[in-house]
């Protein structure tokens, strides 16, 4: 992948080309723990989710991540594996062993490439994983897949839905306009 490439994935800019596919979605205001040590992607993955109308709560290690599932109860958090102090995975553990958090949909991120990591994250309980750097795209996807597995509830899509036009009194027939006069 070019430099460039690189860039336009990480800030999840989208090819005009191929529509991308309706996602499902989860309701807008949902809260969003983000734990990342990197400011950069916690900037990144937090603009990818206000744009599709999600609250972000951010947390840059892992003691402060427990504190705010803990507090404020998110509906999904996005969990680095490598924070300064508790790693991620240890965090994972401590929150699937506590009652008051132990349902929240968790995708670990990393960006190690080492395959095991992925196995560890399974194991350990994760929802799903996605390597860094990733886009939109990737993030939009694992909002579908547990919106679609029902870990977390989904968006109303309103859809509008256009009424027929009114006939013109002109164009009322006159044996239905003598009807009803």
């Known amino acids: 992948m070019s430099g460039m490439g690189f860039f336009k994935r990480l ?7 191929s529509p991308e596919p309706e996602r499902l979605r989860a309701p807008e205001g949902t809260r969003v723990l983000m734990v990342d040590d990197s400011p950069t992607m916690l900037a990144v993955l937090g603009r990818h989710l206000d744009q599709e109308g999600y609250a972000t709560l951010k947390a840059a290690d892992g003691e402060s991540a427990l504190e705010l599932a803990r507090d404020e109860q998110p509906a999904l958090i996005f969990l680095d594996i490598v924070l300064p102090g508790i790693n991620g995975f240890a965090v994972l553990r401590t929150l699937r ?3 008051l958090t132990r ?7 990393s ?3 080492q395959a095991t990591e992925q196995f560890y994250v399974q194991r350990f309980g994760a929802d ?17 897949k547990l919106v679609l597995t029902g870990r977390l509830p989904a968006r109303e899509v ?8 009114l ?7 006159e044996s239905v306009a003598g009807i009803a006069a």
């Open 11 to 17: 800030l999840g800019a989208t090819s005009h080309d």
């Open 167 to 173: 006939p013109e009194e002109s164009a009322v027939p």
């Open 128 to 144: 799903d994983f996605i390597r860094k750097p990733f886009g939109r795209a990737e993030v939009a996807m694992c909002i579908h």
């Open 111 to 113: 960006g190690n490439q």
């Open 97 to 99: 062993h506590d009652p």
């Open 103 to 109: 349902d929240i949909p968790i995708v670990m991120i």
């Open 158 to 165: 309103v859809r509008e839905i256009a009424a027929p036009p």
